[in-house]
């Protein structure tokens, strides 16, 4: 089992910045994916960004070129850096890890949530 705590979720006026962050209660391994999600009211859970153990990354396209994910192994933790934020970001931002400890199993992971609203 495998325990996601995120935080620096808040309040943002529109064209502002927040910093995300989730600490797991484990090592980041080579076959773990990290990532991060968003549900907005009334919507479903949306891909934002994730990132490898070999640094790659992928981003929504809604947030490309504003947001940037990156991980740091020794804290066992992976970041989400917003900028430029707007009304349409406002939502429940989740950690994911997605583990894969052999090729034959899946696992995955979900932190509680940190809200972030962005409103002028």
């Known amino acids: 089992q495998v325990q996601l705590v995120e935080s620096g979720g808040g309040l943002v006026q529109p064209g502002g910045s927040l910093r995300l962050s989730c600490v797991a209660s484990?090592?980041?391994?080579?076959?773990?994916?990290m990532g991060w999600y968003r549900q907005a009211p009334g919507k479903q859970r949306e891909l934002v960004a994730t990132?490898?153990?070999?640094?790659?990354?992928n981003y929504a396209d809604s947030v490309k070129g504003r947001f940037t994910i990156s991980r740091d192994n020794a804290k066992n933790t992976v970041y989400l850096q917003m900028n430029s934020l707007e009304p349409e970001d406002s939502a429940v931002y989740y950690c994911?890890?997605?583990?894969?400890?052999?090729?034959?199993?899946?696992?995955?992971?979900w932190g509680q949530g940190t809200q972030v609203t962005v409103s002028s």
């Open positions: 994911n890890l997605k583990s894969r400890p052999i090729i034959e199993a899946e696992y995955n992971y």
């Open positions: 484990r090592s980041i391994f080579r076959g773990d994916t």
């Open positions: 990132i490898t153990s070999g640094g790659s990354t």
